[in-house]
């Protein structure tokens, strides 16, 4: 889904915009919970593409929505 954003995003029934954003640990090593978020692609290592789908959120579900 993530490699896909210039794709939805020139969609002509498009309304708005998405982007690509990830939420990284400060200090892995010590497993401090401060998360940083940065606009990247993602390395595909998350749930997201699951979550999004549970909820609804696919591409394909927004679409047949409208």
Do not use: C, F, W
Not at 12 to 29: T, Y
Not at 42 to 55: H, N
Request: proline letters at 3%.
């Amino acid at each position: 889904m993530s490699q896909q954003v210039e794709k939805y995003n020139s969609h002509p029934r498009n309304r708005g915009k998405i982007d690509n954003l990830v939420a990284m640990m400060e200090n892995v090593e010590e497993g401090t919970r401060s998360y940083k978020v940065l606009r990247t692609t993602p390395d595909g290592l998350s749930y997201a593409k699951d979550i999004a789908k549970l909820y609804g959120l696919d591409l394909e579900h927004i679409l047949k929505d409208k």
